[in-house]
T-cell receptor
Framework: EAQVTQNPRYLITVTGKKLTVTCSQN?????MSWYRQDPGLGLRQIYY???????DKGDVPEGYKVSRKEKRNFPLILESPSPNQTSLYFC????????????FGPGTRLTVT | LAKTTQPISMDSYEGQEVNITCSHN???????ITWYQQFPSQGPRFIIQ???TKVTNEVASLFIPADRKSSTLSLPRVSLSDTAVYYC??????????FGKGTRLSVIA
């Protein structure tokens, strides 16, 4: 089954404790991205990757890191999480960058206390 | 980046056709228009995409006038399960996918 998976689905952590949210897709997609969704603000793109070893900032990259060492995986790293990073995070992938259908993962709800 | 404007919310009765219009006055020549649907606590789901005129798939139709400054998503005979937030996006190559606040559609029995 074609899908984007994220882990963990739920995470409660404390300020400053490094964490990684994993994202994996099984569709051989070149393009992957991370979004955060907050009430009243909609979905905002954090980082995106056009292909292996090619990443770039989205609209709200501060406080986040990503890597793309393999085509299927695109982890989101929070080196020192803060409470303002409490949010619902979505990973997405598509065959290529540009006008093509993006497939979204089920989301990761992160709470930073 | 082209900015989109769509109604914040809409209500409809089951079985009716729903049309959600999105304006994108500064759409560029290479931009495509894409619509996504999102249920609470789920990731957005692609509905339909077009460049001009009319596109139809098994779920919806998308109408784009010649000037491309607006587009209308048409959902035929909605049901309660169509209650969701609908996002209109304008996208060109090498630009991020920007989601606005979307239109919250409530379908009433």
């Amino acid at each position: 089954e074609a899908q984007v998976t994220q882990n963990p689905r739920y995470l409660i952590t404390v300020t400053g404790k490094k964490l990684t949210v994993t994202c994996s897709q099984n569709m051989n997609h070149e393009y992957m991205s991370w979004y955060r969704q907050d009430p009243g603000l909609g979905l905002r793109q954090i980082y995106y990757s056009m292909n292996v070893e090619v990443t770039d900032k989205g609209d709200v990259p501060e406080g986040y890191k990503v890597s793309r060492k393999e085509k299927r995986n695109f982890p989101l790293i929070l080196e020192s999480p803060s409470p303002n990073q409490t949010s619902l995070y979505f990973c997405a992938s598509s065959f290529r960058e540009g006008p093509s259908e993006q497939y979204f993962g089920p989301g990761t709800r992160l709470t930073v206390t | 980046l082209a900015k989109t404007t769509q109604p914040i919310s809409m209500d409809s009765y089951e079985g009716q056709e729903v049309n959600i219009t999105c304006s994108h006055n500064n759409i560029a020549t290479n931009d495509y228009i894409t619509w996504y649907q999102q249920f609470p606590s789920q990731g957005p789901r692609f509905i339909i995409q077009g460049y001009k005129t009319k596109v139809t798939n098994e779920v919806a139709s998308l109408f784009i006038p010649a000037d491309r400054k607006s587009s209308t998503l048409s959902l035929p005979r909605v049901s309660l399960s169509d209650t969701a937030v609908y996002y209109c996006l304008v996208k060109a190559r090498n630009t991020p996918l920007v989601f606005g606040k979307g239109t919250r559609l409530s379908v009433i029995a």
